[in-house]
């Protein structure tokens, strides 16, 4: 329903319309409260972490490289968690 009332409004990319109500639909929303709150955590520190890049230095350059460092030590620390991914997939 909510994909077709989205194409009817001429929405871009109409199909993202039901990912929240398939989210909703999930019987384990203990889960999904979690990960929403890590999406957001997240979300947050890396805006933050951005913005602060930006703030330091204004270069293109420096900030793609800045934030590309940033990447990498997030890589890293996962692999480094046993397990990362059965706790990524399981709900």
């Known amino acids: 329903m909510s994909f077709v009332v989205a194409t009817a409004l001429g929405v871009d990319h109409a199909f993202w319309a039901a990912m929240p109500v398939w ?5 384990w ?5 979690e990960r929403a709150l890590w999406r957001l ?3 947050i520190v890396g805006g933050t972490a951005g913005l602060a890049l930006l703030a330091v230095s204004p270069s293109p350059w420096v900030t793609g490289i800045g934030m590309s460092a940033r990447r990498a030590c997030c890589w890293m620390q996962m692999l480094r968690t046993p397990n990362w991914m ?6």
Do not use: D, I, W
């Open 86 to 91: 059965q706790r990524s997939l399981k709900p």
């Open 29 to 33: 929303r203990g889960v999904t409260m």
């Open 23 to 27: 989210v909703v639909a999930q019987p």
């Open 41 to 43: 955590v997240g979300t």
